[in-house]
Protein backbone atom coordinates (compact mmCIF):
# COMPACT_ATOMS: atom_id res chain seq x y z
CA UNK A 1 0.00 0.00 0.00
CA UNK A 2 1.06 3.97 -0.36
CA UNK A 3 2.32 5.73 2.53
CA UNK A 4 3.26 9.23 2.37
CA UNK A 5 6.04 10.31 5.18
CA UNK A 6 6.63 13.76 6.29
CA UNK A 7 8.90 15.69 8.76
CA UNK A 8 9.49 17.47 11.02
CA UNK A 9 6.04 17.70 13.17
CA UNK A 10 6.22 20.94 14.57
CA UNK A 11 9.03 23.63 13.77
CA UNK A 12 9.83 26.76 15.46
CA UNK A 13 11.63 28.86 13.21
CA UNK A 14 12.46 32.75 13.27
CA UNK A 15 11.70 35.38 11.33
CA UNK A 16 14.64 35.57 8.61
CA UNK A 17 15.50 31.90 8.97
CA UNK A 18 15.82 29.36 6.03
CA UNK A 19 13.30 26.78 6.05
CA UNK A 20 13.46 23.07 4.34
CA UNK A 21 10.25 20.33 4.38
CA UNK A 22 10.78 16.58 3.28
CA UNK A 23 8.13 14.62 2.00
CA UNK A 24 8.67 11.08 0.57
CA UNK A 25 6.29 8.27 -0.77
CA UNK A 26 6.55 5.06 -0.82
CA UNK A 27 4.50 2.05 -2.72
CA UNK A 28 3.48 3.88 -6.00
CA UNK A 29 6.26 5.64 -8.76
CA UNK A 30 6.38 8.57 -10.48
CA UNK A 31 3.15 10.44 -8.22
CA UNK A 32 1.43 13.38 -8.47
CA UNK A 33 2.50 15.59 -5.34
CA UNK A 34 1.35 18.44 -3.89
CA UNK A 35 2.31 20.93 -1.21
CA UNK A 36 -1.07 22.43 0.72
CA UNK A 37 -0.96 25.02 3.60
CA UNK A 38 -3.77 25.29 6.25
CA UNK A 39 -3.51 28.58 7.89
CA UNK A 40 -5.29 28.77 11.30
CA UNK A 41 -9.16 28.17 10.96
CA UNK A 42 -9.30 28.07 7.37
CA UNK A 43 -8.92 25.96 4.53
CA UNK A 44 -6.29 24.30 2.18
CA UNK A 45 -4.28 26.06 -0.22
CA UNK A 46 -2.56 24.74 -2.49
CA UNK A 47 1.14 26.07 -3.25
CA UNK A 48 3.08 23.76 -5.47
CA UNK A 49 2.35 20.94 -6.91
CA UNK A 50 4.36 18.49 -9.52
CA UNK A 51 3.80 15.52 -12.03
CA UNK A 52 7.33 14.38 -12.48
CA UNK A 53 11.19 14.95 -11.35
CA UNK A 54 12.24 18.66 -11.71
CA UNK A 55 8.96 19.70 -12.41
CA UNK A 56 7.05 22.37 -9.99
CA UNK A 57 4.41 24.03 -10.38
CA UNK A 58 3.31 26.98 -8.35
CA UNK A 59 -0.25 28.31 -7.88
CA UNK A 60 1.08 31.24 -5.25
CA UNK A 61 3.61 33.85 -5.78
CA UNK A 62 5.46 34.18 -2.36
CA UNK A 63 8.98 33.43 -1.00
CA UNK A 64 8.57 29.69 -0.52
CA UNK A 65 9.82 27.61 -3.51
CA UNK A 66 9.73 23.26 -4.12
CA UNK A 67 11.75 21.36 -5.17
CA UNK A 68 11.59 17.65 -6.66
CA UNK A 69 15.25 15.88 -6.93
CA UNK A 70 13.78 12.31 -6.72
CA UNK A 71 10.57 10.76 -8.05
CA UNK A 72 9.05 9.64 -4.36
CA UNK A 73 10.84 13.19 -2.46
CA UNK A 74 9.12 16.69 -2.57
CA UNK A 75 10.94 19.52 -0.92
CA UNK A 76 9.55 22.62 -0.26
CA UNK A 77 11.97 25.64 1.18
CA UNK A 78 12.48 29.28 1.78
CA UNK A 79 15.35 31.16 2.24
CA UNK A 80 14.27 33.87 4.05
CA UNK A 81 10.85 33.08 6.53
CA UNK A 82 7.97 35.59 7.33
CA UNK A 83 6.09 35.76 10.24
CA UNK A 84 2.96 35.20 7.39
CA UNK A 85 4.45 31.53 6.66
CA UNK A 86 3.06 30.17 9.87
CA UNK A 87 1.09 27.40 9.18
CA UNK A 88 0.03 23.92 9.30
CA UNK A 89 2.19 22.84 6.11
CA UNK A 90 0.71 18.94 4.38
CA UNK A 91 2.57 16.76 1.29
CA UNK A 92 -0.01 14.92 -0.16
CA UNK A 93 -0.25 12.66 -3.27
CA UNK A 94 -3.00 11.73 -5.42
CA UNK A 95 -4.00 8.39 -6.91
CA UNK A 96 -4.75 8.83 -10.76
CA UNK A 97 -5.63 5.58 -11.16
CA UNK A 98 -8.69 4.84 -9.25
CA UNK A 99 -9.75 6.83 -6.11
CA UNK A 100 -8.72 9.84 -7.53
CA UNK A 101 -8.20 11.24 -4.36
CA UNK A 102 -5.76 12.39 -2.29
CA UNK A 103 -3.21 10.47 0.79
CA UNK A 104 -1.97 13.56 2.91
CA UNK A 105 1.28 13.53 5.23
CA UNK A 106 0.45 13.94 8.67
CA UNK A 107 1.36 17.51 8.88
CA UNK A 108 4.11 20.20 9.92
CA UNK A 109 3.27 22.99 12.23
CA UNK A 110 5.59 25.56 11.27
CA UNK A 111 5.85 28.88 13.61
CA UNK A 112 7.74 31.82 12.32
CA UNK A 113 8.72 33.98 15.58
CA UNK B 1 -13.21 27.32 -12.65
CA UNK B 2 -14.54 25.56 -9.71
CA UNK B 3 -15.72 26.70 -6.05
CA UNK B 4 -16.75 24.79 -3.45
CA UNK B 5 -19.08 26.55 -0.38
CA UNK B 6 -19.83 24.63 2.46
CA UNK B 7 -22.58 26.25 4.25
CA UNK B 8 -21.86 25.60 7.76
CA UNK B 9 -18.66 26.77 9.38
CA UNK B 10 -19.23 24.71 12.53
CA UNK B 11 -21.92 22.27 13.40
CA UNK B 12 -22.59 20.84 17.02
CA UNK B 13 -24.78 18.21 17.58
CA UNK B 14 -25.34 15.89 20.40
CA UNK B 15 -23.87 12.16 20.96
CA UNK B 16 -26.44 9.84 19.00
CA UNK B 17 -28.17 12.22 16.93
CA UNK B 18 -28.16 12.59 13.13
CA UNK B 19 -25.92 14.90 11.18
CA UNK B 20 -25.53 16.49 8.16
CA UNK B 21 -22.84 18.69 6.80
CA UNK B 22 -23.82 20.60 3.51
CA UNK B 23 -21.17 20.83 0.34
CA UNK B 24 -22.85 22.79 -2.48
CA UNK B 25 -20.18 23.18 -5.85
CA UNK B 26 -20.16 25.27 -8.82
CA UNK B 27 -18.24 24.07 -12.60
CA UNK B 28 -18.53 24.79 -16.09
CA UNK B 29 -17.38 20.64 -16.32
CA UNK B 30 -18.48 17.47 -15.13
CA UNK B 31 -16.76 16.73 -11.65
CA UNK B 32 -15.30 14.12 -8.84
CA UNK B 33 -16.77 15.19 -5.54
CA UNK B 34 -15.05 13.94 -2.25
CA UNK B 35 -15.56 14.54 1.45
CA UNK B 36 -11.97 14.27 4.23
CA UNK B 37 -11.48 14.32 7.41
CA UNK B 38 -9.18 15.94 9.00
CA UNK B 39 -8.25 14.78 13.55
CA UNK B 40 -6.37 18.06 15.75
CA UNK B 41 -3.29 18.09 14.67
CA UNK B 42 -3.30 15.39 11.28
CA UNK B 43 -3.65 15.25 7.79
CA UNK B 44 -6.56 14.96 6.15
CA UNK B 45 -8.36 11.24 5.20
CA UNK B 46 -10.42 10.20 2.57
CA UNK B 47 -13.69 9.55 3.73
CA UNK B 48 -15.84 9.03 0.49
CA UNK B 49 -15.66 9.92 -3.39
CA UNK B 50 -18.25 10.03 -5.93
CA UNK B 51 -17.31 9.29 -8.79
CA UNK B 52 -19.58 8.09 -10.97
CA UNK B 53 -22.58 5.53 -10.92
CA UNK B 54 -25.06 5.65 -7.52
CA UNK B 55 -25.30 8.78 -6.45
CA UNK B 56 -25.46 7.74 -2.95
CA UNK B 57 -22.56 7.07 -2.23
CA UNK B 58 -20.63 5.29 1.48
CA UNK B 59 -17.83 6.18 2.87
CA UNK B 60 -15.95 5.56 6.61
CA UNK B 61 -17.09 5.28 10.13
CA UNK B 62 -20.62 5.11 8.89
CA UNK B 63 -20.85 8.58 6.56
CA UNK B 64 -22.42 8.81 3.45
CA UNK B 65 -22.89 11.21 1.06
CA UNK B 66 -25.36 11.99 -1.75
CA UNK B 67 -24.68 13.65 -4.95
CA UNK B 68 -27.63 15.81 -6.43
CA UNK B 69 -26.69 17.55 -10.13
CA UNK B 70 -28.96 19.42 -10.44
CA UNK B 71 -29.17 21.16 -6.90
CA UNK B 72 -24.92 20.98 -7.54
CA UNK B 73 -24.48 19.87 -4.15
CA UNK B 74 -23.02 16.63 -2.01
CA UNK B 75 -24.65 16.60 1.26
CA UNK B 76 -22.19 14.56 4.35
CA UNK B 77 -24.25 12.58 6.40
CA UNK B 78 -24.08 9.88 9.53
CA UNK B 79 -27.83 9.11 11.02
CA UNK B 80 -25.81 8.64 14.79
CA UNK B 81 -22.48 10.69 15.41
CA UNK B 82 -20.05 9.83 18.27
CA UNK B 83 -17.78 11.40 20.83
CA UNK B 84 -15.04 10.36 18.18
CA UNK B 85 -16.45 11.74 14.82
CA UNK B 86 -15.95 15.72 16.28
CA UNK B 87 -13.64 16.82 13.44
CA UNK B 88 -13.05 18.99 10.34
CA UNK B 89 -14.31 17.85 6.99
CA UNK B 90 -13.84 19.28 4.18
CA UNK B 91 -15.48 19.05 0.40
CA UNK B 92 -13.35 18.85 -2.43
CA UNK B 93 -13.90 18.74 -6.27
CA UNK B 94 -11.69 17.82 -9.21
CA UNK B 95 -12.56 18.36 -12.67
CA UNK B 96 -13.45 14.51 -14.37
CA UNK B 97 -11.25 15.87 -17.59
CA UNK B 98 -7.90 15.15 -16.09
CA UNK B 99 -6.79 17.98 -14.36
CA UNK B 100 -4.10 18.47 -11.76
CA UNK B 101 -6.19 20.74 -9.15
CA UNK B 102 -8.55 19.99 -6.23
CA UNK B 103 -10.44 22.94 -4.97
CA UNK B 104 -11.38 22.49 -1.11
CA UNK B 105 -14.36 23.94 0.67
CA UNK B 106 -12.98 26.06 3.99
CA UNK B 107 -14.23 23.42 5.97
CA UNK B 108 -16.91 22.39 8.50
CA UNK B 109 -16.17 22.05 11.95
CA UNK B 110 -18.17 19.26 13.59
CA UNK B 111 -18.85 19.08 17.08
CA UNK B 112 -20.24 16.05 19.05
CA UNK B 113 -21.43 16.59 22.46
CA UNK B 114 -22.09 14.28 25.25
Known amino acids: SQTIHQWPATLVQPVGSPLSLECTVEGTSNPNLYWYRQAAGRGLQLLFYSVGIGQISSEVPQNLSASRPQDRQFILSSKKLLLSDSGFYLC????????????FGSGTRLTVV | AQSVTQLDSQVPVFEEAPVELRCNYSSSVSVYLFWYVQYPNQGLQLLLK??????LVKGINGFEAEFNKSQTSFHLRKPSVHISDTAEYFCAVTPNTGGFKTIFGAGTRLFVKA
Open chain 1, 92 to 103: AWRDLGTTYGYT
Open chain 2, 50 to 55: YLSGST
